[in-house]
T-cell receptor, first 115, second 112 residues
Framework: KAGVTQTPRYLIKTRGQQVTLSCSPI?????VSWYQQTPGQGLQFLFE???????NKGNFPGRFSGRQFSNSRSEMNVSTLELGDSALYLC??????????????FGNGTRLTVT | QQQVKQSPQSLIVQKGGISIINCAYE??????FPWYQQFPGKGPALLIA?????SEKKEGRFTISFNKSAKQFSLHIMDSQPGDSATYFC???????????FGQGTRLTINP
């Protein structure tokens, strides 16, 4: 079974631009979550989608948005990029609510650098 | 109250030794406690997980010890090997919430 696939692996953008990241979950997984990983703040939850609906949202500004398609694939968009948005963006998928019977599986991330 | 505090930040252990990483939480609504292992350039990979109704769970060389009254849990790596050198994260999630709260991570180095 293929794991969580994220594209692209690396991105370099200029401040003020926007960016879209893509995630394909493990086959059969309907929940897709996004996390931001930085050396200073660690791993922080962005949002989670299930059956094309956003169920949970973290404490990030409205510049961060996402969506999920009917095939469970998900995209994350960041508009008006700031230098502080430079981070590793991780996508994770699970069958349903995360727990012992439905653990979260992460992709290898998209490394975004904002210059 | 949503925080998970992890210690130490870094740890050096000799090959064959026991590596111990500790985490503490305050939110009593947390119902699920996984540990993740992350190698450079890779995403976190689930190592082992526990629910609060169990005090200990062992999978191979990895053991989680859970103390519900103290709101603490720890990861023990027995017979640590150089291949275990990685960053380890504890995490917690409330029941029915699709949101993991992560500790700050522990960089583990196993010296050969």
């Amino acid at each position: 079974k293929a794991g969580v696939t994220q594209t692209p692996r690396y991105l370099i953008k200029t401040r003020g631009q926007q960016v879209t990241l893509s995630c394909s979950p493990i086959s059969g997984h309907r929940s897709v979550s996004w996390y931001q990983q930085t050396p200073g703040q660690g791993l922080q939850f962005l949002f989670e989608y299930f059956s094309e609906t956003q169920r949970n949202k973290g404490n990030f500004p409205g510049r961060f948005s996402g969506r999920q398609f009917s095939n469970s694939r998900s995209e994350m968009n960041v508009s008006t990029l700031e230098l502080g948005d430079s981070a590793l963006y991780l996508c994770a998928s699970s069958l349903s609510w995360t727990g012992i019977n439905s653990p979260l599986h992460f992709g290898n991330g998209t490394r975004l650098t904002v210059t | 109250q949503q925080q998970v505090k992890q210690s130490p930040q870094s740890l050096i252990v000799q090959k064959g030794g026991i590596s111990i990483i500790n985490c503490a939480y305050e939110n009593t609504a947390f119902d699920y406690f996984p540990w993740y292992q992350q190698f450079p350039g890779k995403g976190p990979a689930l190592l082992i997980a526990i629910r609060p109704d169990v005090s200990e769970k062992k999978e191979g060389r990895f053991t989680i010890s859970f103390n519900k009254s103290a709101k603490q849990f720890s990861l023990h790596i027995m017979d640590s090997q150089p291949g275990d050198s990685a960053t380890y994260f504890c995490a917690a999630a409330p029941k029915g919430a699709q949101k993991l709260v992560f500790g700050q991570g522990t960089r583990l180095t196993i010296n050969p």
